[in-house]
Structure formats: C-alpha cells, structure tokens
C-alpha cells in the first residue's frame, strides 16, 4: 500500500517552453481540487535546493494559461546532479513536509529525477515541457506546437522578401539534438530543403539541386536547418554553400529564443492542462516515478528511468515529400 500523498511540489527545469503555466495552473488547481496542499519551487532544482518555495493557491495561477514563459522560472541545475545537491534538495522537501513532486521539464530534469527517486524515494510524475519534441513516449511535448507555428509565421515573412529578390535563405531553427523544428516548420513552409541532426545529408545533393534550379532561374530558396545539424548550422551551411555556388546570392537568418517565446496554442495549453490534470491523479493513486505523455490521444506512462531522448526517429517519408513538393 503506497503512502497517501498530502502535499506536492511542482517545479519548472531546463529550457523553458511555451505552455509550461498552463501545466502549472493545471496542477496547482487539481491539487487543490483534491484536497491536497501544493507548493511551487522557483528556478527548478536550483530553487529546490535553496529552498526557494511557495505555497500556491487557486489564484496564484489566475490568468496565466495564455503566458509564455514560466511563472516559477526556469534553470539548468548542474548541482542536482550531485549526490550533495540531492541531499539539500530533500531536506528542503522534508522542511515543508512535500511527499510528491510534478517536474516540468526535459529528459535531462528527468534524469536527476531518477536518482533523487532512488535515493530518497520521493515520488516523482515528470511532464514533457520542451520546444524540440525530443521525448520518448508522447506524441507532444509542452511548447513544441507555439514553437512550430512561431518559426513557420517567421519563415513565411522571410520567403515573401526572398521572393522578392529572388535569394536563397538558410534559416536556422532550434533544436540541438532533434530536427522536429526543422522538419514540421520546412514542409509547412515548403522549403526546398531540410537538413536536421538525426540524419546525413549529402552536402553534393543539395548543391546539385540548387544549380539545377539556378539554371532553371529558379533562384528564390529557402532552406531549413537545426542548430544542431552536422554542417554547423545556418552560418555553417552557408558557408559551403558559397564556397561551391559563388554566384548565389544566399542570406542567413537564425530565428533563436523567438521559438521559445510567445502565447502558447490551442494545443500546447490543451495538452499541458491534460498532462497537469493526469500527473496529480497520478500521485494520488500511487503511479509513481513515471512520465506522463500522451500518445494516440490518450495517457501514455512510461517509468522514468525508461524515459530518454527520442534519437533518429525522423520519419523518412516525410523527408521523400520534401523533395518531391519543393521541385
Ligand atoms: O529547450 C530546448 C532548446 O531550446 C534547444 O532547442 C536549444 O538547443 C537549447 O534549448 C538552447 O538552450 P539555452 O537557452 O540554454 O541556450
């Protein structure tokens, strides 16, 4: 029989995504809905192990649903990933009597969460709070839909004035490790091509392609690359580019922390109020130490030591659709 849980933590860890209040108020409220004390700590684990708490009520999470960003802030913590680190964060749990905690965040935060759960046995609910959709076992991630439509109303401003000129932009979007961005914002912007981390791309091919569509006076192109592409980037692939088209007029935009910014839609605060809701019931009914995604539209709970970075996923036909609709 597990132990009833009475009062949870809820906390914000990593890069912060739009979508992340709504999962906050979300949990805040059915907390509350349930008879349970909940608390908010501020700047993630950083927060937690300096003791950087607060008692949240129903109307500390008014009117936040529709903010981007993250009322209780946001930290990479390296100090949690220290077994000294863990400890503090315990005893700053043990000193407001918090026996659950609601962790908001990437795979990393739920990594540090992992070895907390072990060592102190607080039992954890991670929600998938990124931009990049990098997370196995959900379908959405927090924020990665307002991050999408973000980049392609940016990439779609950008193509009117490369129209205009007849250029070639390299527009860089985020992602370190994942080319979700770059893929789902490259084929709803029609983009002539889409380079991304998870998979090579023959620098010769897009060369190719590109002089063939120059002797056409095809000379408006827009290309999507992830940070994390092996070519370095926006600055990086233009580079060669250059190097082996010199007459191409090419111009460099990288969108940045706009992706990470914003109103979240429909669909982030949907997910995140789902999430929010399923992570507190979770707690109550003893599900511990598990991620709560949602797959298939419906809740997905994956054991956190099982949770990690989705790698090489992305789907191939899409890249085929690429090529064939960007002639
Ligand atoms: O949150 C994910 C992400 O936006 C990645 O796409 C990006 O590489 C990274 O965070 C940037 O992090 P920071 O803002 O800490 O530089």
Not at 26 to 45: H, N, S, W
Not at 90 to 109: E, P, T
């Amino acid at each position: 029989m597990h132990k009833k849980v009475t009062k949870i933590g809820v906390l914000t860890s990593g890069g912060d995504s739009p979508g992340m209040n709504a999962a906050i108020r979300a949990v805040v409220r059915t907390g509350i809905y349930y008879d349970l004390e909940v608390y908010g700590i501020m700047r993630g684990f950083q927060g937690l192990i300096e003791n950087d708490i607060m008692k949240m009520e129903s109307r500390s999470v008014a009117n936040i649903i529709q903010r981007g960003g993250t009322i209780l802030k946001t930290a990479r913590c390296k100090d949690f990933f220290t077994p000294e680190g863990r400890k503090k964060a315990y005893d700053a749990l043990q000193n407001h009597g918090i026996d659950g905690l609601v962790i908001i965040g990437g795979d990393g935060s739920f990594r540090g969460a992992v070895d907390f759960t072990r060592e102190y046995h607080i039992p954890c609910i991670g929600l998938a709070g990124t931009i990049d959709k990098d997370i196995v076992g959900t379908d959405f991630t927090i924020g990665f839909d307002t991050a999408v439509n973000t980049a392609v109303e940016a990439i779609d401003k950008i193509r009117d004035t490369a129209d205009a000129h007849d250029r070639l932009f390299v527009i860089e979007v985020m992602g370190r490790d994942a080319g979700y961005i770059a893929l789902h914002s490259g084929i709803a912007t029609g983009a002539e091509h889409i380079l991304v981390p998870e998979r090579k791309t023959k620098i010769e091919t897009v060369i190719d392609s590109l002089f063939e569509k120059e002797r056409r006076k095809k000379l408006m192109n827009i290309i999507v690359v992830a940070e994390g592409d092996e070519y370095g980037g926006a600055y990086g692939l233009s580079k060669i580019i250059k190097e082996k088209l010199p007459q191409t007029e090419i111009r460099v935009a990288v969108l940045g922390h706009i992706q990470r910014g914003g109103s979240p839609t429909c669909i982030d605060r949907l997910i995140a109020s789902r999430m929010g809701y399923h992570a507190v019931e979770c707690l109550i009914e003893g599900r511990h130490n598990v991620f709560a995604g949602i797959q298939n539209n419906k809740m997905n709970y994956v054991p956190l030591e099982n949770v990690g970075k989705k790698k090489g996923t992305i789907n191939e036909e899409w890249m085929k659709i690429v090529k064939i609709l960007a002639s």
